[in-house]
T-cell receptor, first 117, second 112 residues
Framework: NAGVMQNPRHLVRRRGQEARLRCSPM?????VYWYRQLPEEGLKFMVY????????ESGMPKERFSAEFPKEGPSILRIQQVVRGDSAAYFC???????????????FGEGSWLTVV | QKEVEQNSGPLSVPEGAIASLNCTYS??????FFWYRQYSGKSPELIMF????GDKEDGRFTAQLNKASQYVSLLIRDSQPSDSATYLC????????????FGKGTKLSVKP
């Protein structure tokens, strides 16, 4: 999983504040995925993005959450007005090919741990 | 029914034994199957992927896929204490954009 860079690694926010999590994919990868892992839970898909496009956001909560992957710069997962239930590990992953076709693999970053107090 | 189901464990095996991890999935159209290992507080690490029915071996790891039974497993031979981790099964649903759907994971403990 070397190469997918996430920051910050740890973030503490008070209820009602905004959290911004950044992800730079591996070199040569233009497909980014965000996953959330709640304590003692599995990884839940949130959103799949390509440069300047949201491909699949079926896992994103309807409110307060948004994601972007601009032409230049990292992908950003933004959580507005955070609540305690948003406390989780947020993992970004990238792949070199569209979606996950046979032979393609997905690489994870080290994660960003959000704590809402 | 959950899309991807795994026994949460913990599964405890002695050092040197074979650890067998199992996973079932509900979408018969699922195409690709992955096993990830996750140490506590760390990110998932890809161990193996399998697309075709049968066995696929890589070192001490063997993945087995049976699409008719909608079942995929991971065998770890000569288990080591360093294999102690949570093992996540993931699938790509047929017709999806390619995002992985994960099970909750099985916690494996290898006792020296």
């Amino acid at each position: 999983n070397a190469g997918v860079m996430q920051n910050p690694r740890h973030l503490v926010r008070r209820r009602g504040q905004e959290a911004r999590l950044r992800c730079s994919p591996m070199k040569g990868h233009s497909h980014v995925y965000w996953y959330r892992q709640l304590p003692e839970e599995g990884l839940k898909f949130m959103v799949y993005l390509q440069k300047e496009n949201i491909i699949d956001e079926s896992g994103m909560p309807k409110e307060r959450f948004s994601a972007e992957f601009p032409k230049e710069g990292p992908s950003i997962l933004r959580i507005q007005q955070v609540v305690r239930g948003d406390s989780a590990a947020y993992f970004c992953a990238s792949s070199p090919l569209p979606g996950l076709r046979t032979g393609n693999t997905i690489y994870f970053g080290e994660g960003s741990w959000l704590t809402v107090v | 029914q959950k899309e991807v189901e795994q026994n949460s464990g913990p599964l405890s095996v002695p050092e040197g034994a074979i650890a067998s991890l199992n996973c079932t999935y509900s979408d018969r159209g699922s195409q690709s199957f992955f096993w990830y290992r996750q140490y506590s507080g760390k990110s998932p690490e890809l161990i193996m992927f399998i697309y075709s029915n049968g066995d696929k071996e890589d070192g001490r790891f063997t993945a087995q896929l049976n699409k008719a039974s909608q079942y995929v497993s991971l065998l770890i031979r000569d288990s080591q204490p360093s294999d102690s981790a949570t093992y996540l099964c993931a699938v790509i649903r047929g017709g999806s954009q390619g995002n992985l759907i994960f099970g909750k994971g099985t916690k494996l403990s290898v006792k020296p």
